[in-house]
């Protein structure tokens, strides 16, 4: 396995409830490595131009603790060391974990000028572990995702701290006047969203990143 994976999403469950628009199954095509790692499985019920709702399979992800950070890239290189050191073998069977795809990072943002945003990192668990995943005392195991659908933005590049909060400004506006908008709204909250990566650091070229919010109901 490569060393290095940089970060990524995720998502899945129901259908049934949407119009199915532009055809099931109909939306981004399949981010390149997923030809050649394991990746979380999920359904698009949904598609747009702009974005697609999804669902995803309930799985096993393996977590890191909640980091909290000023920085998005500092967040997300200690607890990608915490993850891919889990992989390379630091867990109660020794086991070295094949990489999978995406990796999801949870982000709370933070509520003032002077206060850090927290993060959480996870891996997809591969299905030789999915029932039985090695324990450790760094990362943690969870069944992702909690909510039942994702509206999701694909975009390229290296994700960072600006452009982040600009892809889910603009998932946001694609939302607006759609029967989802209400779901995602969070009048005095702030907004908690996702984001995953498809590629390794060291990869230039058809980088794949997607922005994710999540919701329950249409």
Known sequence: MKMGFGLVFLLVLSLGVFDVC?????????????????????????????????????????????????????????????????????????????????????????????????????????????????????????????HKYAAVRRFGGFMDDSNIPTQALALRRSLKGTPWETSISTKNRVLTYSVAGYNSPFEYENRVNEVIFWFDRP
């Open 22 to 146: 532009e055809g099931k199954g109909k939306g981004y095509e399949e981010a390149v490595n997923c030809k050649r790692l394991e990746c979380a499985p999920y359904e698009v019920v949904h598609s747009q131009k702009d974005y697609e709702i999804r669902s995803y399979t309930t799985s096993m992800w393996i977590s890191t603790p909640p980091l909290n950070s000023s920085s998005y890239k500092d967040a997300v290189g200690r607890g990608f060391n915490i993850l891919f050191a889990y992989i390379q073998g630091n867990n109660n069977q020794r086991a070295k974990i094949d990489m999978t795809a995406p990796v999801l990072v949870d982000i709370f943002p933070s509520t003032g000028p002077f206060c850090n945003s927290s993060f959480i990192m996870y891996f997809y668990v591969p299905t030789k572990y999915q029932n039985n995943p090695p324990l450790s005392a760094q990362a943690h195991q969870v069944k992702l995702p909690k």
